[in-house]
C-alpha cells in the first residue's frame, strides 16, 4: 500500500485536542487507530454505534488497560501502514480499512470503501494490505465488500443499500444513471438504476426534506415515470427498519419472482 496516498484528515475540531490529550498518557508507538482514524480521515461509517473513546493501537506485550477515554487494540503494525498526520500518528488509510473489517457489519464496510475510492485510494491498496495480512479476522468479507464497490455511490446510506441488494442476490444496479427522454432531454441522474427494466431507485437522505429539494424531487420523478420508468424511494428508515420490505419492492419492480 502506498504510505503517500492522499486521504484529506478530517478538521475534526474537538475530535484532534481529545485524541492529543489521550495521546499524553499513552506509551511511544501507541498508534490512533479504528473507528477514530477513520474519522480523522474524514470517512463516514454508518451502522456503527456512537462511540467517543480514542482508539489506540498498541505493540504485542505492551500493558496497557481501557479507560474511559481509551479503547486499546494489540497489534503490530508495519511501518508502511503507519501514517502521521497534524503531528499525529495513526494507522494508514488501508490499514484502519484493515482493522475495521473485522468489526463493521458489511454495508457500513462497503460504505467505508466506496468512500476511499471516490478520494482516490487505489483498488490495488486494498489487495495490498489484504496480502499482507492473510490470517486477519474479517478478510472473507473484506474480499466479497470490494467486488461490490464502486466510487460513484452517491451517500454512505447509499452503499448500505446496495450491500442489501448484493446480499439479496439481486442484479448489480448501475450507479449514477443518466436518463434520458426519446428526444435526448435530460430527465434526471438517479442513485441506482437497471436500465433494461427501466427501474430506477432513489436513496433520500435528509437533504431531500428541504422544501426546495423536496420540489426538485416531485418535478423530476412526474417527468420520470411519464417517460415510462418505474421510481422507488427509500429513506434511512426504510433501509435500516424494514429491509425485507425495500428488497421485495426492488424485486417485484424488476419483474423478479
Given at each position: 500500500m502506498s504510505r503517500d496516498t492522499y486521504l484529506p484528515l478530517f478538521e475534526a475540531v474537538d475530535l484532534l485536542p481529545r485524541v492529543r490529550a489521550v495521546l499524553l498518557g499513552a506509551p511511544e508507538g501507541a498508534l490512533v487507530s479504528h473507528q477514530t482514524a477513520a474519522s480523522l480521515f474524514g470517512l463516514q461509517i454508518p451502522l456503527a454505534p456512537e462511540d467517543a473513546r480514542i482508539h489506540l493501537t498498541v505493540p504485542p506485550r505492551t500493558h496497557l488497560r481501557h479507560r474511559p477515554d481509551r479503547?486499546?487494540?494489540v497489534s503490530a503494525v508495519p511501518v508502511a501502514q503507519i501514517q502521521r498526520r497534524a503531528g499525529v500518528a495513526l494507522t494508514s488509510p488501508g490499514r484502519t480499512w484493515l482493522d475495521l473489517a473485522?468489526?463493521?457489519?458489511?454495508?457500513?464496510?462497503?460504505?467505508?470503501?466506496?468512500?476511499?475510492?471516490?478520494?482516490?485510494?487505489p483498488?490495488?491498496?486494498?489487495?495490498?494490505?489484504?496480502?499482507?495480512?492473510p490470517g486477519v479476522r474479517g478478510r472473507r468479507i473484506a474480499r466479497q465488500v470490494l467486488d461490490v464497490a464502486n466510487p460513484l455511490a452517491g451517500s454512505p446510506m447509499e452503499s448500505v443499500l446496495r450491500w442489501l441488494i448484493h446480499e439479496a442476490g439481486l442484479p448489480s444496479p448501475v450507479l449514477q444513471h443518466v436518463v434520458r427522454d426519446g428526444d435526448n432531454r435530460?430527465?434526471?441522474?438517479v442513485d441506482l438504476a437497471w436500465p433494461d427494466q427501466r427501474v430506477l431507485v432513489e436513496f433520500d437522505g435528509n437533504v431531500h426534506r428541504e422544501r426546495r429539494v423536496f420540489v426538485d424531487d416531485l418535478r423530476r420523478q412526474n417527468g420520470l415515470v411519464l417517460a415510462?420508468?418505474?421510481?422507488?424511494?427509500?429513506?434511512?428508515?426504510?433501509v435500516l427498519g424494514r429491509p425485507h420490505q425495500v428488497i421485495e419492492a426492488i424485486r417485484t419492480a424488476l419483474g423478479i419472482q
Open positions: 479503547r486499546i487494540h473485522a468489526h463493521l457489519p458489511p454495508g457500513a464496510l462497503l460504505a467505508m470503501t466506496d468512500q476511499m475510492l471516490a478520494r482516490r485510494y483498488r490495488a491498496g486494498f489487495d495490498r494490505v489484504l496480502a499482507s495480512a435530460f430527465l434526471g441522474q415510462g420508468w418505474k421510481l422507488l424511494r427509500f429513506t434511512s428508515a426504510d
